[in-house]
C-alpha cells in the first residue's frame, strides 16, 4: 500500500552527496573508508525511500551503523545457561588472554629471539605451556581448529592409504560437518570395521595390513548409544602395532572431576595414543585453535608437511591459547563448575533489582554444549521473566540472549560473569520498558 506519506517521503529524499556531505559525518569522513561510508549512506537512503526512516533521521542512521571499533561483532550476555554455545562463539577468553591479545595485535616476538636477535620458532611460547600443562606429550602443533589438526594427520600420516575407524565413531560434529567426509576429502581412504553399536579389538585387526596409515580413535562427543554396545579403547587399540590418533575433541588436557566421561589428553596419551588432537575453544576454554599432543617424531612429520603452513594459526591465537593455559579458572571452568547453591543466591538478588517486573526464580538446567558431553545436565537456577522478553532483550542496546522455555523467559546465570550483572539488570528493566511502551508507530503504517 502506497500511502501518502510515503509518496512525501520519497519525494524529500536528499541526494547522496549532500548526505555525505553533513558536518554531523564530518568524524566519520576522517576515520572511515570512503567507499564503505558511502555504500552506508546509500542504504540508509534506500529506508528513507522505503518509507521505514525519516529523510531527517537520515544521517543519524548512518552514525548509529558504525560501531566505535568498526566490527559488527557485539558483545552478547549468554543468559541461555550453555556454556560453549556454538552460536555464541564457543569459549568466552579469560581477561588474561584479552590483555595478551591486545599485546599481540601490534609488532610482536612471534618469531623472533629477542636475545639474540635471530628469527626463532614462531609461537615457541604457546607450545611450550602446551606441552608443560601436558606432561605426556613429547612435542606439540597448533593448528587452525580441531577439523584442521584431523586434516594434517590425515594427510601426513596416511596419504593414498587407510585410516581405519570403528564404524560406532563415524560422527557429524554441527552443521553438517562430518568427519569422514573432512577425511576422505585429503585423499585418505576409510577402513570402516565393527558395526555401529559394537566394535571388537578382532575387527580392527582383521583391517590392518600393508594400505594401514593410522588408526583413528574419535571421542563421539555430541550423543550417547546405549544398550548392547561395545567400542575398543585406547589402551587395547595401542599394541597393534600402527599409530593410534585420538581425537578427544573437548580440549581437556587433563580429567575434570564435573565431567568423569569426557575424555582428555593426558590420559589418552598414558593410555598408548601416539597423536591427540582436540579443540582450543571447547572446554580448554581458549581461542579457536586445533592443537596436536604426542609423540616427537610424529608431530615433527605434521610440521614439515607444506599444509601446515597453510592450516597455521596467527600470533593473536597463540598469545591467546598461551595466556590461557596460564589461567587457574578459567571463565569457561568457573561457568561449567559454578554451584547451584551460588546460582540460586545470584539469582534472587538480581530478581530483586529488577522493580516493578514479576519475576520468579526456578531450577534450570544448564549444558556444556559446543557439542560435549550431551548427556551432562549442569544443574542451576534461572530466573523467569513474565511473557515474552527474549526479543526485546535480544535487541536492547545490550544484546541479551536468553532461554525460551514455553512462554516463559529464563535468565540462567550460569555464563554470566558477576561483574556483568548491572549491565543484565540494566538491559531487563530496559526491556521491559519497550514491552510496556512499543515505539510509536505512525497511524498510517501498516502493523
Ligand atoms: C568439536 C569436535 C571436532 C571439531 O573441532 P573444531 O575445532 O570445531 O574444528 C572434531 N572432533 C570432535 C570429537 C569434536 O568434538
Not at 581461542?287 to 607444506?306: E, F, M, T
Request: aromatic content about 2%.
Amino acid at each position: 500500500m502506497t500511502t501518502a506519506r510515503n509518496q512525501d517521503a520519497r519525494r524529500r529524499v536528499p541526494r547522496t552527496d549532500t548526505v555525505l556531505a553533513d558536518p554531523r559525518l564530518a568524524d566519520l569522513r576522517e576515520r572511515t573508508d570512503p567507499v564503505l561510508l558511502k555504500r552506508r549512506v546509500q542504504e540508509a537512503l534506500a529506508e528513507v525511500r522505503a518509507g521505514t526512516v525519516e529523510p531527517e533521521a537520515a544521517v543519524d542512521r548512518v552514525v548509529a551503523g558504525f560501531t566505535g571499533s568498526g566490527s559488527s561483532l557485539r558483545t552478547v550476555i549468554n543468559a541461555t545457561g550453555v556454556v560453549l554455545h556454538t552460536n555464541l562463539g564457543r569459549a568466552p577468553l579469560p581477561p588474561e588472554a584479552v590483555q595478551a591479545i591486545t599485546a599481540a595485535a601490534g609488532y610482536v616476538n612471534v618469531e623472533y629471539d629477542i636475545a639474540s636477535g635471530a628469527r626463532a620458532r614462531r609461537g615457541a611460547g604457546a607450545l611450550a605451556a602446551l606441552v608443560a600443562r601436558t606432561p605426556r606429550a613429547e612435542d606439540a602443533l597448533v593448528v587452525n581448529n580441531g577439523a584442521a589438526a584431523l586434516v594434517l594427520a590425515a594427510a601426513t600420516l596416511a596419504p593414498g592409504k587407510e585410516i581405519v575407524i570403528s564404524r560406532g565413531e563415524l560422527v557429524e560434529i554441527g552443521d553438517g560437518f562430518r568427519i569422514p567426509e573432512l577425511l576422505e576429502a585429503t585423499g585418505s581412504r576409510l577402513r570402516e570395521v565393527g558395526t555401529t553399536n559394537r566394535t571388537h579389538l578382532r575387527d580392527y585387526e582383521r583391517a590392518l595390513g600393508p594400505e594401514t596409515g593410522f588408526i583413528l580413535k574419535i571421542h563421539p562427543s555430541n550423543f550417547a548409544v546405549r544398550g548392547f554396545v561395545a567400542s575398543v579403547d585406547v589402551r587395547e587399540l595401542a599394541d597393534l602395532g600402527v599409530p593410534v590418533v585420538a581425537d578427544i575433541g573437548s580440549g581437556l588436557l587433563e580429567p575434570e572431576p564435573h565431567l568423569p566421561e569426557e575424555p582428555d589428553a593426558d590420559s589418552w596419551l598414558a593410555a598408548g595414543a601416539d597423536l591427540v588432537t582436540a579443540s582450543g575453544d571447547k572446554l580448554l576454554g581458549g581461542p579457536q585453535a586445533g592443537l596436536i599432543l604426542g609423540r616427537h617424531d610424529l608431530v615433527q612429520q605434521l610440521r614439515r608437511n607444506p599444509l601446515a603452513r597453510a592450516l597455521r594459526v596467527d600470533k593473536l591465537t597463540l598469545a591467546a591459547l598461551e595466556s590461557t593455559l596460564t589461567v587457574r579458572l578459567t571463565p569457561t571452568r568457573a561457568a561449567l563448575t559454578a554451584d547451584a547453591e551460588t546460582l540460586r543466591r545470584r539469582a534472587h538478588e538480581v530478581a530483586g533489582r529488577l522493580i516493578g517486573i514479576h519475576t520468579e526464580v526456578v531450577p534450570s538446567v544448564g549444558l556444556v554444549g559446543g557439542g560435549g558431553a550431551p548427556e551432562r545436565e549442569l544443574a542451576g537456577w534461572a530466573i523467569a521473566l513474565p511473557g515474552d522478553f527474549a526479543e526485546p532483550l535480544r535487541l536492547g542496546t545490550t544484546c541479551v540472549v536468553a532461554r525460551k522455555v514455553g512462554d516463559r523467559t529464563l535468565l540462567d546465570l550460569r555464563c554470566v560473569p558477576a561483574d556483568s550483572e548491572d549491565e543484565l539488570v540494566e538491559a531487563v528493566l530496559d526491556a521491559s520498558r519497550a514491552i510496556d511502551h512499543p515505539p510509536e508507530r505512525h497511524p498510517d503504517e501498516p502493523h
